[in-house]
Structure formats: C-alpha cells, structure tokens
C-alpha cells in the first residue's frame, strides 16, 4: 500500500468503525467509540499502512475527555481517530501492545487527564513531579489550583 | 555475574541538561536502562490555554532554547490553517530561512558536542566557532541569539533589507566549505570512526517500531520527512533532498545531520537569493473559528506536532505538544541494550535529546524486547534475586 489514498478508500472499508471525513488533502478523520479504538486502529494498520503514531492528542472539551490517535504511513496520509470519554470514569484500552511508542504518550494523557489505559503496562507518574497530589489533574478544565495544597518545589516557598 | 545498578544524573559532568538513568549493568555490559526526566515540566500547554494568540507565541519559542523558531512556526502556521490565512510569499521565505538557519546551528552544536563526547575536543573547537557565523546570521536578522521572535499570526514581525540578505549571503561559501569538510572528516577521520561505527544500532524494522523520527529514523533508512510529506513554509519551491543512510548506528546519525547541512545550506542560499518581494504579513483577526488542527514541522531533531483546538475566541481550547525527543526516548532505551556503559553520552546524545521540551520515562526488557516500565521495587527485587535468567541476555 504505497499508492495514494483516498478517502472513498478509507469511508467504504472503515463503516462499522464509524464517520470517515477528510478534513485537509491529506487528513482523515475517523471518529469512533472507545470500545472500537483498538479494532480500529488495527484495521488501518492491517489494510492502509498507517504503523507510525504521531501522537495521542487529549482534550477536554468539558462535556467528555476526547482522545485522538494521529497515524500515518508510507503513503504519507494522516489519519486521526477519534473518541470521547465520560468525564466520570475515563477508562480506554491501551494501544501500546500494538503501537510500541504509545505507551509512553499513554502515561502522559494519564497525568494530566487521568484517564485510565486497560492494560498498560505500567501507567506510573511521568511528567508530574513526585510531590505532586494524587487525584489532581492540572489539564482538565475544571482543576484549579488550591492555595493550602503542596505541588512539589520547596515546601513553605510560593511554586 | 550479578547486575548492578548505576545511577547517573539528575546532577552529574557528564550530562548537559537534567535526567536521570538507571542502568542495569552486567559487567561493562548494559543489560537494561530506566530514565526518568520528569526534572523540566513547567506547564506550557495549561499556560498556553489561558493567554490570547498575540502572547502565545512568545511561550511556545521559550518550550526550548535551540528549536524556538520551530515550536512558534508550528504553531502559527495551525492558527493561520484554522483561520485561513494565506501568508504572503516573502513570510514564508523568512520563515524558512529561520527555520533552516536554526537546523544549521542545532546540527553544528550537536556535531560539536558528540566530538566533545568521544574526546575529540577539536572538531567540538572547530564546529561552534562556525556556528558563531550562523548565530550572527540570526543575530543581524531577528536581533537575538536565542529567541527569535520573528513570528506572527499572519506573517513575520520582522522584514529582510538588502544589506542583511547581501551579508548573510557573503557568509555562505565559507561555510558551505566548512561543512564539505565535515561531511569528509565524518566519512574518513579515524577517532570518529572507531566511536560511532556500529555503536547503538537501530534496524530499520525498529526504528519503524519505535516511532523514532528526524536524523534518527532516516540514518536507519526510514525516508520520512514532514518537510517532503506534508509541504509547507517554501520547501515545495526550493531544491533539496531526503537525506537518507542504511548504517543505523550513531556514524549514520552523524552522517545523516552533516548531509542535512548541506541541504540546508542550499535551501537557505536558495531562499536568500529567490525571496520574493511584497508584504511580510496580513492582518489577522482577533479570534479564531472554532476548528482543530494538527500541525507538523520537520524540527531539527525530528517531526514535531501541535494538535492546536480552537473554539472561537482569541485563546486556544487546548495545544498538545509533542516533541521530537519524547518520540526517540524508546528507541534509546532499545539500542543501548547490549552497549557498553561508556558509550551511553555517546548514544544518548545521538538523538540530540532536548530534555526542556520533554520530560518522560521509559524502559525496556532486553529479553522481550518490550518498551514498558516497572517500579523501583521490582527493580530491586529483580537485583536481588540475582536470577540467571535475569542476568543472562
């Protein structure tokens, strides 16, 4: 698979995953649901090509935590899946068993966002500092930071 | 022979920025490598969500010292997309002659600080005295060293008056000579030979796995560049290649970045002497359609990408950040398996890490070949057991 890609391609063969619309010349974008993420991703690396991850990127868009795997490959296209996750509960399973590098973007979603990845294989701290406190999420919109707590640096000094 | 753990960094000579390694050595040999480089985190991307375009820029420049220009690039470039802003020519000739500016300076430091590493303190000499020419470049165009500060939403800050083009001109031939000499001294000059040759092999099968990119991935034979994949600036118009290598190790790393200067060097003669006239800017407007984007940019040290959400006002909803050293970390801890301990500076350096852009961990089981990590526990329960099958690769 190293001929263009078209999104007529992509559309027919990706419907029971989802809504397939092209967003740029050379952007697919692919939303799905979180149970279908790691089919869906599969699927395009198995009939596209697309075995080279970008990048996780996470949003919170206040109604649901929005997850969306960039992908390309050797025909050079790009293509995002998307999904969205309550809020309350965010759980999704880990793509790192097929995409390697995924992991460690995994661990950083869950910092910052607290979404938990089923069967990660080891979803510990990464970009927070150790002092930070458990059960604060700094990238959701909702989290404030709460004056008597203790983020790390050198206690008593203002971080 | 039992494992022992060396632990190197955060505070240590032999590093430049802040990280920490845990390596788990059999003999001289390394067995496996825990890194932990959560020293740097600042939050940028919350601090980009609560300030207005205008002073988002200078924030991205300052999420790293070398590749400034690429981060406030990446994102301007994903604003005037959402935006729809067609910038005129001449900005985006600017823009490129920055950007490539700044690979020549990134590859010019890293070429010097790889011979520093391997002792070879006088190519080190040699190679940041012509980056000072580069520097000056810079320095009479944008009046920093540093940070730039060319970019804007619409356009760049700054024009280009004859005299700069016409000075930075004169400084191009001798250092397209110097660079040709590099290129030669790379492929011939014994000390480097014996240091990089075959150290921190990476098969282009795992550089694919690993996601690694830029100098990284195209020395072991992977041809992505975003600049050939995804045009934009003005490398459609210029004349320059994909610089490729099949060797994998740190000498087809290096091979790979002296190339690249070359390329750079004619796309920036090339952009000097072609840039067109007119307008450097369009007005842009104050807020920004709701939209998202995905921007990517062929930084110095690989691609890098700025998911940038937008939702209608004049601030961003959420910029994602990935930088091109979170994407090599795994492939490090791939390739220093069965290294010696003495060429760690070596191999790490070989991805040219940035650590302020990036702080993460990761680690990697010689045995299964899987990235992943464990916790310290484990680590030691793992030393302690001092089970063969541990020790034995």
Redesign the interface.
Known sequence: MTGPLTLDMVAGKMKEFGVSEQV?N??IRITTTPEKVHDTIRTVQAMFGF?????I?????TMTLEL?Y?L?GPH?M?V?IAVGLPRELPAIATV?DI???A???E??IHD?FGIMFRGH??L???????DWPDNEY??RKDWKPNPDTFYGGIKGERS | MPEVVVSIGPHHPALKEPVNFRVIADGEKIVRLELDLSYNHRGVEKAAEQRDFIRVLPLMERVCGICSHSHSTAFAKGIEEIMQLEIPPRAQYIRTIIAELERMHSHLLWLGVAAHLIGFNTLFMWTWRDREAVQDTLEEMSGNRVHYGMNEVGGVRRDLTPEQLNAALARLPALEERVNKYVVMVNEEETMLIRFRGVGRLSKEEALRYGTVGPTARASGIDYDVRKDDPYLAYKDAPWNVVTDTHGDVYGRTRVRVWELQESLRIVRFCLENLPEGPIRVPAPKNAPKGEILSRYEAPRGELAHFIRTNGTDKVERVDIRTPTLANWTSVAMCLVNQNIADIPVIVAAIDPCLSCTSRITLLDNHTKKAGIISFDELVRRYRSRNPEDVQP
């Open positions: 740029r050379n952007r075995d080279r991850l970008i990048t990127s996470a949003v919170d868009n969306v960039h390309t050079r790009v995002s790192s995409l390697p590098p992991a460690i973007y661990r950083q910052l294989p080891g510990a701290r990464i970009v927070l500092n150790e700094p990238l």
